[in-house]
């Protein structure tokens, strides 16, 4: 072999090197890539289920809340009804 030859074998080799590592660092960073969409849908799926969680809660104790105020406010009417049946001598 001569010495270019031994050159452009070793240049040639050199390239192929280089281009497979470039390569191999594509397909490492698309698995990663890959890895950390799995890994960000999940704690999106994750956090929207703990969102609904906490809506469902606070729908609950607003609703509890209401529920509560409209019965109060039936008692009171219905009290103040029974007061001034008394007043005219009627019963409740």
């Known amino acids: 072999m001569t ?3 031994v050159a452009k074998r070793a240049s040639l ?3 192929l090197i280089g281009g497979s590592l470039m390569l191999q660092g ?3 960073g698309a ?3 890959t ?4 890994v960000g849908a999940g704690a999106k799926v994750t956090g929207a289920a703990v969102g609904a969680g906490f809506d ?3 729908t609950s104790d607003e609703e509890t809340r ?3 105020e409209r ?3 039936d008692y009171d009417r219905e009290q103040r009804r029974c007061q001034q049946r008394q007043a005219q001598g009627k019963r409740c």
């Open 71 to 73: 019965e109060q406010r």
């Open 13 to 15: 080799l050199a390239v």
């Open 56 to 58: 469902a809660v606070t």
């Open 66 to 68: 209401a529920r509560r």
């Open 35 to 38: 890895g950390a969409a799995v």
């Open 26 to 28: 594509c397909l490492v």
């Open 3 to 5: 010495t270019a030859t």
């Open 31 to 33: 698995v990663v890539g």
